[in-house]
């Protein structure tokens, strides 16, 4: 429940809206001003903090003043329960991703509504972001099947499933459609992850929660022929 006044709800709006623009002026008056609001969530969509918009829009001055200022890394937005080091996991320059993590973020970052962690934001989520996630696994965060499909780790893929047969078949969040690992390997248009998960016994008749088999999701998404 929101229990701000609202002198206290337009500064942090204020100061989302100076931290998601690069304007450090602006955002350190106002952090002068309410020292104490520095990890409040603002109203709107998702529900963040000054330093969850300032890594959604990849603004490295900000999000360097907020944690010089004492910005917790720990706080999560609302819906996607996500803190900052997500948010830049999936949009940030890997400058930002290493601010965020010397600054005592989890690398692993378990609990987001997309049940992926930090490491699935980084490569699950639009671009499989390399670099990024080879930052996280060096920080602490643990590969798994969906990172490495993502990533195209063929071996990695091979041991993950020879250790644990049922991981053939396991399910992704509601976000994603319950799909499968093939689903998962054709929505992203890895043909080579395709034919692996295949030839390891994946069952391509499989549906995800809206009906769809790894054909069909290849068919929406654009996939290669």
Same mark, same amino acid.
């Given at each position: 429940?929101?229990?701000?006044?609202?002198?206290?709800?337009?500064? $942090?709006?204020?100061?989302? @809206?100076?931290?998601?623009?690069?304007?450090?002026?602006?955002?350190?008056? #106002? +952090?002068?001003?309410?020292?104490?609001? $520095?990890?409040? @969530?603002?109203?709107?969509?998702?529900?963040?903090?000054?330093?969850?918009?300032?890594?959604?829009?990849?603004?490295?001055?900000?999000?360097? +003043?907020?944690?010089?200022?004492?910005? %917790?890394?720990?706080?999560?937005?609302?819906?996607?329960?996500?803190?900052?080091?997500?948010?830049? !996991? #999936?949009? !940030?320059?890997?400058?930002?991703?290493?601010?965020? #993590?010397?600054?005592? /973020?989890?690398? $692993? =970052?378990?609990?987001? &509504?997309?049940?992926?962690?930090?490491? =699935?934001?980084?490569?699950?989520?639009?671009?499989?972001? %390399?670099?990024?996630?080879?930052?996280?696994?060096?920080?602490?965060?643990?590969? &798994?099947?969906?990172?490495?499909?993502?990533? =195209?780790?063929?071996?990695?893929?091979?041991?993950? $499933?020879? %250790?644990?047969?049922?991981?053939? =078949?396991?399910?992704?969040?509601?976000?994603?459609?319950?799909?499968?690992?093939?689903?998962? /390997? /054709?929505? *992203?248009?890895?043909?080579?992850?395709?034919? *692996?998960?295949?030839?390891?016994?994946?069952?391509?008749?499989?549906?995800?929660?809206?009906?769809?088999?790894?054909?069909?999701?290849?068919?929406?998404?654009?996939? &290669?022929?």
């Amino acid at each position: 429940k929101d229990t701000h006044a609202d002198d206290e709800r337009d500064a $942090i709006r204020e100061m989302i @809206r100076a931290a998601a623009q690069g304007r450090t002026d602006d955002l350190a008056r #106002l +952090l002068d001003r309410h020292p104490g609001l $520095i990890d409040a @969530r603002g109203a709107g969509v998702n529900l963040e903090t000054p330093l969850h918009a300032a890594a959604a829009q990849n603004q490295a001055a900000s999000v360097a +003043l907020l944690l010089a200022r004492g910005a %917790s890394v720990h706080v999560r937005d609302f819906p996607n329960n996500a803190t900052a080091l997500h948010i830049a !996991a #999936l949009r !940030a320059d890997l400058e930002i991703v290493s601010m965020l #993590l010397d600054a005592g /973020a989890d690398p $692993i =970052g378990s609990g987001d &509504d997309y049940e992926l962690g930090v490491l =699935g934001w980084a490569t699950c989520l639009g671009r499989a972001r %390399s670099d990024v996630a080879d930052e996280l696994i060096a920080r602490g965060a643990k590969l &798994d099947l969906w990172s490495a499909i993502a990533l =195209g780790r063929e071996s990695d893929v091979r041991r993950m $499933i020879a %250790s644990s047969p049922p991981l053939i =078949g396991l399910r992704m969040s509601r976000n994603h459609r319950r799909r499968t690992p093939l689903h998962h /390997a /054709a929505a *992203l248009n890895r043909p080579e992850m395709v034919r *692996l998960l295949l030839d390891l016994g994946a069952d391509a008749r499989a549906r995800d929660a809206t009906g769809a088999t790894a054909l069909t999701t290849a068919a929406q998404d654009h996939a &290669d022929p």
